[in-house]
C-alpha cells in the first residue's frame, strides 16, 4: 500500500534516480511470475534503500526475508569494497528467483542468501552489523528485533518495513500480524537504546539508529 496517490506516486519515481535495468527487469519479472507482488520493496523504497546504505557505506548488512531480491540488490549499491549482505529467507523458490537475478549483478558476490528460518540463523552470525533491514513475517518482528539488537554497532540502523500495514496499525483490528506490528512499533519507541523515526514511505518504514 502507499499512502500518497498513484499520481503523486509516479511522480515522485519520475524525480528520483531511475532503476537500474536488472532493477526494472527484476520488478516487471517478479510482478509476472511471483506471488505476492505487493511485498517488492519497488523503485521509491528501493532508492531510499540504497541512499541510506550509500550514507552509512556499511561493511555489514543483515536482511532478514528476502523474497525476490530488490531490496538486496538496492541495499548492497552503498556496501564497503569489501562488504557483504547476508539476506535470511526459508521460502527456497523465491531465493531461487532472488539468486538468479543476483547472479547477474556486479554486486553478486557481496550478497550471500540463506535459506533457513531467522530465529535460527541470527545467533549463529558472529557478525557486527552496520545496517539491519526487517521485512519478513509481522508476527515475528518483535522477536527478529530482540535478536539484532545487540548485534548492530552503535550508530547503526535498523529499518523496519510495513510498520504501518495498509493503517491497520490504527484500527482495533485483531489480527495476528496487526496486533503483533502494533507491539513491535510500541516496543521500539520505547527502548531507550534507539531513537526512531517512522516514516509513510509505501506501507510504513521505520528508522531505527542505535545511539
Not at 507482488?37 to 523503485?43: I, V
Amino acid at each position: 500500500m502507499n499512502f500518497i496517490s498513484e499520481d503523486l506516486l509516479h511522480y515522485c519515481e519520475k524525480h528520483s534516480s531511475p532503476e537500474s535495468d536488472l532493477l526494472h527487469t527484476l520488478n516487471r519479472e517478479t510482478h509476472l511470475k511471483a506471488s505476492s507482488p505487493r511485498m517488492l520493496s519497488g523503485h521509491l523504497q528501493g532508492r531510499l534503500l540504497a541512499m541510506l546504505s550509500s550514507l552509512f557505506n556499511p561493511r555489514r548488512i543483515l536482511e532478514i526475508g528476502t523474497y525476490t531480491g530488490y531490496s538486496a540488490l538496492c541495499l548492497a549499491e552503498g556496501l564497503t569494497p569489501d562488504g557483504l549482505l547476508i539476506s535470511i529467507d526459508p521460502n527456497e523458490e523465491t531465493n531461487a528467483f532472488a539468486s538468479e537475478f543476483i547472479s547477474r549483478s556486479p554486486l553478486a558476490s557481496k550478497i550471500d542468501i540463506r535459506t533457513g528460518k531467522a530465529q535460527d540463523i541470527i545467533p549463529e552470525l558472529n557478525e557486527e552489523f552496520d545496517l539491519i533491514f526487517i521485512d519478513a513475517d509481522k508476527k515475528n518482528y518483535s522477536l527478529y528485533f530482540d535478536l539484532v539488537a545487540g548485534k548492530v554497532r552503535k550508530g547503526g540502523l535498523i529499518i523496519a518495513d510495513n510498520v504501518l500495514w495498509s493503517g491497520k496499525v490504527l484500527e482495533k483490528i485483531d489480527d495476528a500480524d496487526t496486533k503483533a506490528l502494533v507491539e513491535f512499533n510500541k516496543k521500539v519507541a520505547d527502548d531507550g537504546r534507539f531513537g526512531t523515526v517512522m516514516l509513510p514511505v509505501r506501507d510504513g518504514l521505520s528508522l531505527i539508529r542505535r545511539h
